[in-house]
């Protein structure tokens, strides 16, 4: 399996403009997850999917932030507009959820800097 | 050692010495632990998990030990090695309403030299 893949892996674009970031889930897995990631604040859930619905979305900054998955293969995290605080690295993690949780995995990370 | 919501400590060690890395979770209803790995430019990586019912599990080189009464979980690598130079994770897994989340601490930087 390729694992989660996330992209961009680096994105560079001015503060105003519409950021876009890309995910695909491991196959099979049914929960997938939104982390941002900052020196300052660590690791923070953003939102996440159980069966492409989202569950949770209380650790979504703001209204700029939005998310979807539209289906089991795939889901999008878009800021609009962004701004220089959302300079982060923004991790999606997918795993299978049930009786048992199981282990969560992480995609590679999408960079993301805003001047 | 490390808390969730708090600063990002540094752990050095020399290779081949065994280090603990500590990890205080805030919530004495998560049933599930995990420890992930971060290597510089990478996403975290899972090195070794344990249920709220157990209090020791072993791995390759690694042990995880949970205690329950005080909220501690530890990571002991042993005979570290340059490889194992990261920032290590500790998370906390939480059930409600029938879906569970992973809520990470911040971390701990191990350095081997």
């Known amino acids: 399996d390729a694992g989660v893949i996330q992209s961009p892996r680096h994105e560079v674009t001015e503060m105003g403009q519409e950021v876009t970031l890309r995910c695909k889930p491991i196959s099979g897995h049914n929960s997938l997850f939104w982390y941002r990631q900052t020196m300052m604040r660590g690791l923070e859930l953003l939102i996440y999917?159980?069966?492409?619905?989202?569950?949770?979305d209380s650790g979504m900054p703001e209204d700029r932030f939005s998310a979807k998955m539209p289906n089991a293969s795939f889901s999008t995290l878009k800021i609009q507009p962004s701004e220089p605080r959302d300079s982060a690295v923004y991790f999606c993690?997918?795993?299978?959820?049930?009786?048992?949780?199981?282990?969560?995995?992480f995609g590679e990370g999408s960079r993301l800097t805003v001047l | 050692g490390e808390s969730v919501g708090l600063h990002l400590p540094t752990l050095s060690v020399q290779e081949g010495d065994n280090s603990i890395i500590n990890c205080a979770y805030s919530?004495?209803?998560?049933?599930?632990f995990i420890w992930y790995k971060q290597e510089s430019g990478k996403g975290p990586q899972f090195i070794i998990d344990i249920r709220s019912n157990m209090d020791k599990r072993q791995g390759q080189r690694v042990t995880v030990l949970l205690n329950k009464t005080v909220k501690h979980l530890s990571l002991q690598i042993a005979a570290t090695q340059p490889g194992d130079s990261a920032v290590y994770f500790c998370a906390e897994n939480l059930r409600a309403a029938g879906y569970s989340t992973l809520t990470f601490g911040k971390g701990t930087m191990l350095l081997v030299s």
């Open positions: 999917f159980n069966n492409n619905v989202p569950i949770d």
């Open positions: 919530n004495s209803a998560s049933d599930y």
């Open positions: 993690a997918s795993r299978i959820q049930g009786a048992a949780d199981g282990e969560l995995f």
